[in-house]
């Protein structure tokens, strides 16, 4: 167990819907990150939080936004959802914001888009 | 659990033989490099790092090579375990980039 959590672990909805998963990190971690996983492409990286703020940004859609509460936890929101959003959605968490600080990730979100 | 890169290359060994994953990188300038292992319906799980002033860096039953000239990094797991069934992912980062780029991955089979 990475101490991070993630809920929920299943979401099954429709094309045009938007969906909110969260994330809360490692007691003591002030990074937030969030990965999209899916079968074609691999771990991508989507954007990085730091204590509340956008530290980092990287194949994250417009469609997509996410935020990092003062308690630190993270939400990713999806809208306008299409069919290939269906994907594992990770949150990781660090203590630091660098590139070196070990990530933790939790056990991901399973989104199925209809 | 769930099935991460059902068209992974494979890599099945014998319980109690050594392992080699190999990895291709893509940017000559990434000066930082990390496995991960993922099971089955898991997140990855951090392994073992290298920075580029190094060519090799060991822990416990792992060893990363790193190959600059080629831009090739590998991980040697000695006496391999039904437990180190997984994916391996390596993944880079350079000075100055925020990003971190994954490899596809490779999946290992032990055979017990």
């Known amino acids: 167990d990475s101490g991070v959590t993630q809920t929920p672990k299943h979401l099954i909805t429709a094309t045009g819907q938007r969906v909110t998963l969260r994330c809360s990190p490692r007691s003591g971690d002030l990074s937030v990150y969030w990965y999209q996983q899916s079968l074609d492409q691999g771990l991508q990286f989507l954007i990085q939080y730091y204590n509340g703020e956008e530290r980092a940004k990287g194949n994250i859609l417009e469609r997509f936004s996410a935020q990092q509460f003062p308690d630190l936890h993270s939400e990713l929101n999806l809208s306008s959802l299409e069919l290939g959003d269906s994907a594992l959605y990770f949150c990781?968490?660090?203590?630091?914001?660098?590139?070196?600080?070990?990530?933790?990730f939790g056990p991901g979100t399973r989104l199925t888009v209809l | 659990g769930e099935s991460v890169g059902l068209h992974l290359p494979t890599l099945s060994v014998q319980e109690g033989d050594n392992s080699i994953i190999n990895c291709a990188y893509s940017n000559s300038a990434s000066d930082y490099f990390i496995w991960y292992k993922q099971e089955s319906g898991k997140g990855p799980q951090f392994i073992i790092d290298i920075r580029s002033n190094m060519d090799k860096r060991q822990g416990q039953r792992v060893t990363v090579l790193l190959n600059k000239t080629v831009k090739h990094l590998s991980l040697q797991i000695a006496a391999t375990q039904p437990g180190d069934s997984a994916v391996y992912f390596c993944?880079?980062?350079?000075?100055?980039?925020?990003?971190?780029?994954f490899g596809a991955g490779t999946r290992l089979f032990v055979k017990a």
């Open positions: 990781a968490s660090s203590v630091g914001s660098g590139r070196t600080n070990e990530q933790f």
């Open positions: 993944a880079e980062s350079l000075n100055g980039g925020f990003k971190t780029i």
